[in-house]
């Protein structure tokens, strides 16, 4: 409330009591002066600040070389955050090693998976577990920074999401190519320059990812189906820029397997939240190839073939059924999106 808003209530509430006094309704004070109310206090314990509570969910399987020292950073860094409330939770994804005690003598809240579900079904366990209202996923084995927690804080003031970007660096040549090819799709698609697909480094309102949860799959794709969605759900995402580091241990992501993989999720998204972006370019594809057929057919035969009625029929379906799915995710919108979040 502005200066001359909390004075002119001031003075509104003055007149009321002096008038109540006048008539007898209250004491007059000894003074014979109406005490003047005081200002309304801020809430206790609110400094002002967007995240107030935070989880950190740490996704770990056999990462007994790196946990320690990631835990240790992470207590320093939280310590000097002074948050109202901050945990760790730590997701033993069926670990054969010591990881889990490793996370219990750190001071980290433990959940365990009986056997390897994916990094993926992990990450999902702690969102669900997470009792903040802000959740800051990083991977187990060392190579996210904490120290980029503060940057990203004060990113959040603004943001819904602030993902922490490797800027095409971090892996293999191969992989970090795959990354850049994946970043390149989704940012058409998506319609927005998406500089990392695949970080697992993020810092995300916990009401908004917990709502996507049943979307995210049980593999390392995490990632990308937590930035497409949000970002063509229309909340605010900011890429943080950071240096990763290397790791120690063997990482469990089959380039083939998982990068194929991330392919289809990204089309599965798209058609999702953005479906003319998929079957508008097919259909101008369909089309485009109708017309050319129907171009040769005419000057080579002089007649309208039934291969470029063919091609033409299957452009208008193929933009049907994209306006179709347009209207079908529009009113899937309706139940992940509530204009109340930031007031809760």
């Known amino acids: 409330m502005s200066a001359d808003l909390q004075h002119a209530d ?3 509430r003055t007149d009321a009591l002096t008038s109540l006094v006048a008539q007898g309704e209250l004491p007059r004070p000894p003074a014979g002066e109406v005490p003047i109310p005081a200002a309304p206090r801020a809430p206790a314990g609110r400094s002002g600040r967007a995240v107030q509570r935070l989880s950190v969910v740490v996704p770990a399987r056999n990462e007994s070389p790196n946990l320690p020292g990631l835990l240790c950073e992470l207590q320093t860094v939280l310590a000097a955050a002074n ?5 760790v939770i730590v997701i033993d994804d069926g670990s054969t090693d010591d990881t889990a005690a490793l996370a219990t003598a750190h001071g980290a809240r433990l959940a365990q998976h009986a056997e390897s579900l994916g990094n993926g079904a992990a990450v999902k366990r702690g969102i669900r577990e997470a009792k903040g209202d802000w959740i800051l996923l990083l991977d187990g084995d060392g190579q996210h920074p904490p120290a980029e927690l503060p940057a990203m804080l004060a990113l959040a003031e603004r943001y819904d999401m602030v993902v922490g970007s490797r800027g095409g660096q971090g892996g293999s ?14 940012s058409y698609v998506s319609g927005r320059h998406i500089p990392d697909l695949t970080s697992g480094f993020r810092l ?9 949860v049943w979307l995210l799959p049980n593999t390392f794709s995490y990632p990308t189906t937590i930035t497409m969605s949000m970002l063509r759900g229309g909340w605010a995402v900011a890429f943080h820029p950071f240096t990763v580091r290397p790791r120690r241990g063997k990482s469990h992501i089959r380039l083939l397997a998982d990068g194929s993989r991330f392919f289809l999720i990204i089309l599965r998204i798209a058609t999702m939240f953005a479906p003319l972006r998929v079957f508008l370019p097919a259909s101008l594809l369909m089309g485009a190839l109708g017309f050319c057929w129907y171009c040769y057919t005419w000057l080579h035969d002089g007649r309208f ?3 470029a009625v063919l091609l033409f029929s299957q452009a ?11 209207q079908i995710a529009a009113l899937r919108f309706q139940n992940l999106s509530r204009d109340d979040r930031r007031g809760t």
Do not use: W
């Open 173 to 186: 040549m191969h992989r970090n190519v795959a990354n850049q090819v994946y970043s390149r799709f989704a």
């Open 83 to 87: 948050l109202p409330f901050h945990e």
């Open 316 to 326: 208008t379906l193929l933009f049907a059924l994209g306006l179709i799915a347009e």
């Open 305 to 307: 073939t039934n291969g």
């Open 10 to 12: 001031l003075e509104v």
């Open 204 to 212: 995300v309102r916990a009401d908004v990812v917990k709502d996507l």
